[in-house]
Structures are given as structure tokens and as C-alpha cells.
């Protein structure tokens, strides 16, 4: 397992590799032949779980890239439970990997145990959602979206192209606590305020699944026969509440229209069938990104602490010219 300081492993590195490459030559005999300080990587993925089908094009970036590379790729699905993912970290640090990528399910209730990761000399990574703590030393780097830009680029089309002097949107939270779903919120939130002609009158989780999406939407409609406008956190709960439209005989993407973020290959379909009218972009392709930081972090050499995603939004106007070249 390597130490993470990364003043330590500078000199290690200065002090250690002549003398080890000369030690693994006098052992095996070869001079110069393998580069000690090539050892595979061991690192432990703490996923959420497998709500969605971001999340599961999210994990097989991850576990296609470790492969390519070679590295001991120990992953652990939370299940949707913290407490899953906290017992994950604890058997990583354990098992003495040298980095731990982590996927916060929701932003609290982090410090106890990544200090212990801490204390053992492991870094984390966080990827896709950050957390909530005063203590940032905790994690080593963040890679992932601006959900709050994402929530904004959802409200920014909607007013944009949604016309009308009273218009009644219903939100799809995604999970209670979870960074997208507090950020997502308060991005589109945002401009909706500065619009009086637009109004939330409903926002309540579905938990970014399909399922959730479709039996929250049946309750929405029941309650309400004047929504204009459904704004998804994801596109999951999106397809979920299509299904829910349709089965009440409305037409969505005409009668009701639909603004979701994720961007994956459903969604662009149902942009081009005129079921969605707006996709805002998440990816959750971070395979090759987030083993690069992985490496300068355990090289010690220098990184950027926060990398932020560009995502794209996508309607009817471009969908069909680019839903080929999706990948997820
Ligand atoms: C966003 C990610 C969210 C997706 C959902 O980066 O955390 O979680 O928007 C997924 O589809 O479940």
C-alpha cells in the first residue's frame, strides 16, 4: 500500500526507486529490467448503488477502465444505503488499498470514517456528488458535475420556451439529501423565482428511479388536472412519468411538458419521439479521468483538486443529429 503525503512519497520516490530498481535487479537477476514502482495499483470503488441507468453506465466507466489498466479494482455497491458504503470504506482501509473512489449517496455523515481513511494514509476520491464537511483536507479531489448549472440550464430552456401567464410545474426530486437533488433544485429554483409567471406547485422524491417516478407522477395527476410542466432531476423518474401521463391519456411532450437532466440514450429517444422537450447532460463517464487523478495523486504530482463536467443541453432542435454518437 503506498503512503499519501505527498511530500513523503516525493522523497520516497527521490531516495527509494534507484535503490529499488537496483534491489529488484539483484533479486531477479535483470538489470534495469521492471520498474518496481509500477506495482498494481489496489483501489476501492464505494458506489451508491444501481438506481438508475446513469449509475450503471457510471460503474462500467469505471470498471472498464480499471481493467484496461491493469489495476486491483475492489468494488462495492451501496446498495442506496450510506451505512453500505460506510462499511465498504472500513474494509478497503482494511484490505490496505491505495485509493478509495467514493460516490456519495447523500452530503452528511462523512468525517468519522474518512478520517480513519486518513489516519491510514489512504486517499479518497470523490467522483460525481461532493459532501458536506468543514474538514476538506478528508478528500484529496472531487471530480464530477456543476448540478446547480444544470438545474438553471433546465429552468433557463423552460422559460425560454414554455409560454403562458400562469404555468404550473411539478418537480421530480431525486434523493432526499443527495447533493444533485439539493442542487438541482436550487438551480432551477433560482430562475424560476425571477420569473412570476412560473410557479412550483408540487416537489416531492422519487428517488432518481424509474418506478418512484411513475407512481409519484399518477398521485401528481391525480391531484392536479393543470400541470404544464414536469422538471425531472433525472431521466429515470422522467420515463417513469411518461408512463403515468400516457396511462391517463395525455400526451407528454405536448399536453405536459417534460425537462429531465442525465442525457442518456432513452431520453434522447423519447426527445426525437417528442415525448421529452429538454435534456440537460450529466455524464457519468468518468472512467479514464478519475484512474488519471488517481495516479498523480498517488505519484504525487500535481492535480487539480475540483474537476467540473461540461454537460450540453439537448431538445428537439438537436437531438436527432447526435443521439448516434451517445454513449451511455
Ligand atoms: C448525477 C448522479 C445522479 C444522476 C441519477 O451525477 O449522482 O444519480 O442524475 C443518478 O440518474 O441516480
Redesign the pocket.
Known amino acids: 500500500m503506498k503512503s499519501y503525503s505527498s511530500q513523503f512519497m516525493t522523497l520516497f520516490t527521490r531516495l527509494a526507486a534507484p535503490a529499488m530498481l537496483l534491489a529488484s535487479a539483484l533479486l531477479t537477476g535483470c538489470g534495469g529490467g521492471g520498474d518496481a514502482a509500477n506495482e498494481q495499483l489496489k483501489i476501492g470503488f464505494a458506489q ?1 448503488g444501481a ?2 441507468v ?2 450503471t453506465a457510471n460503474t462500467d466507466s469505471l470498471q472498464n477502465e480499471a481493467k484496461k489498466r491493469g489495476v486491483d479494482f475492489k468494488f462495492s455497491s451501496g446498495e442506496g444505503k450510506q451505512e453500505n458504503q460506510i462499511r465498504a470504506i472500513r474494509s478497503f482501509v482494511a484490505q490496505g488499498v491505495d485509493l478509495i473512489i467514493l ?1 456519495p449517496i447523500v452530503e452528511t455523515g462523512w468525517d468519522p470514517v474518512l478520517k480513519e481513511a486518513k489516519r491510514a494514509g489512504i486517499p479518497v476520491l470523490l467522483m ?2 461532493e459532501i458536506d464537511t468543514a474538514d476538506e483536507s478528508l478528500y484529496a479531489a472531487f471530480i ?2 456543476d ?1 446547480v448549472e444544470e438545474g438553471r440550464l433546465a429552468a433557463q430552456w423552460m422559460v425560454e420556451n414554455v409560454k403562458g401567464d400562469e404555468v404550473k410545474i411539478v418537480e421530480l426530486e ?1 434523493t432526499p439529501g ?1 447533493a ?1 437533488a439539493i442542487d438541482r433544485q436550487n438551480g432551477f429554483k433560482e430562475v424560476v423565482d425571477k420569473h412570476s409567471n412560473f410557479t412550483i406547485i408540487e416537489s416531492q422524491s422519487a428517488n ?1 428511479r424509474r418506478s418512484d417516478g411513475k407512481d409519484l407522477m399518477e398521485s401528481l395527476l391525480k391531484l392536479h388536472s393543470d400541470i404544464d410542466v414536469v422538471y425531472s ?4 423518474m422522467a420515463l417513469g412519468a411518461i408512463q403515468a401521463i400516457e396511462a391517463a391519456g395525455l400526451k407528454p411532450g405536448t399536453d405536459i411538458i417534460i425537462i429531465s ?2 442525457a442518456i440514450k432513452e431520453a434522447f429517444e423519447a426527445v426525437v419521439a417528442g415525448k421529452i422537450n429538454c435534456i440537460v447532460e ?1 455524464t ?1 463517464l468518468f472512467g479514464p479521468l478519475a484512474f488519471d487523478m488517481a495516479e498523480k495523486i498517488l505519484n504525487g504530482e500535481p492535480y487539480e483538486r475540483r474537476v467540473v463536467m461540461k454537460d450540453g443541453v439537448f431538445d428537439q432542435t438537436n437531438a436527432a443529429e447526435v443521439i448516434d454518437s451517445r454513449k451511455y
Do not use: A, L, Q, T
Not at 432531476?233 to 429515470?236: G, K, L, V
Open positions: 451508491v438506481e438508475s446513469w449509475r460516490s460525481d456528488r464530477g458535475s448540478f431525486g443527495s444533485p432518481f432531476h433525472n431521466d429515470d437532466i442525465d450529466c457519468p
